[in-house]
């Protein structure tokens, strides 16, 4: 029994260093690639196509994003917008600057060399604008003669605090070109309304509906300032 328990042993020692041996005399692939780090910037194309086909509103937005692991990248929007709400018995104009800033997860596992993007994101945005009520309608019984108020009344120092959930797409089109589409999904957390009147839209916040909601979406073209491959 010990000569049949040493022969195994040695069989197990000869099996072992055979197929290590055969693991070391597979060829390992040397080629490594890496890919682009930096800043990307870009511009929001679809606000001023809206500006040209809608007198009502006026905009411009800055995109910009910073990758800071092969999955993440930290993300910000800067813009500044007009826009006038008119409802049934008034109409207001709204104007002013927001930024927004928080982080995308690409969740798009790309091939050798290609560098698109399916994310996710999530984003803290804050406005500072004003509300100016250009008419109200003072009597809305319709059996009664409607009496119309048109002095305008400008209210400043307003601002609005919200949280908003992103998906988008991101093609790279051409060496360090991007372009995005996304959509987003707003929650407002704060919201300060001028006297004596609802605010109906806030800038980057988009129209404020009845449960304090609200959408947007994104088309933007940008490029990659590249800082180092990794």
């Not at 088309?219 to 990659?224: H, P």
Request: charged share 15%.
């Amino acid at each position: 029994m010990l000569k049949s328990f040493i022969k195994i042993c040695f069989l197990i020692i000869f099996v072992r260093v055979s197929a290590q041996q055969n693991n070391d005399s597979i060829p390992k692939d040397s080629i490594v690639y890496k890919t682009n780090y930096g800043l990307r910037v870009g511009i929001d194309i679809s606000k001023p196509i809206r500006s040209l086909l809608q007198n009502y509103n006026s905009g411009i937005e800055i995109v910009g994003d910073y990758r800071i692991s092969k999955k993440w990248y930290v993300a910000s929007e800067l813009g500044n917008e007009k826009f006038t709400t008119s409802e049934d018995f008034t109409n207001s104009t709204s104007r002013g600057s927001y930024i927004k800033i928080g982080l995308n997860y690409n969740s798009y596992n790309n091939w050798l060399d290609m560098n698109n993007e399916i994310f996710t994101g999530f984003r803290y945005g804050f406005a500072t604008f004003e509300q100016t009520l250009n008419n109200y309608q003072i009597n809305s019984n319709p059996l009664l003669p409607s009496l119309t108020n048109n002095t305008p009344y400008t209210e400043n120092g307003l601002t609005a605090h919200w949280s908003e959930i992103l998906l988008g797409f991101r093609a790279e089109v051409y060496s360090n070109i991007f372009i995005t589409f996304s959509g987003s999904y707003k929650i407002m957390i704060s919201l300060k309304d001028p006297v004596n009147f609802k605010t109906h839209y806030a800038p980057g916040f988009n129209r404020i509906y009845t449960s304090n909601t609200g959408f947007g979406f994104n088309y933007t073209i940008s490029y990659l300032i590249p800082f180092r491959k990794k």
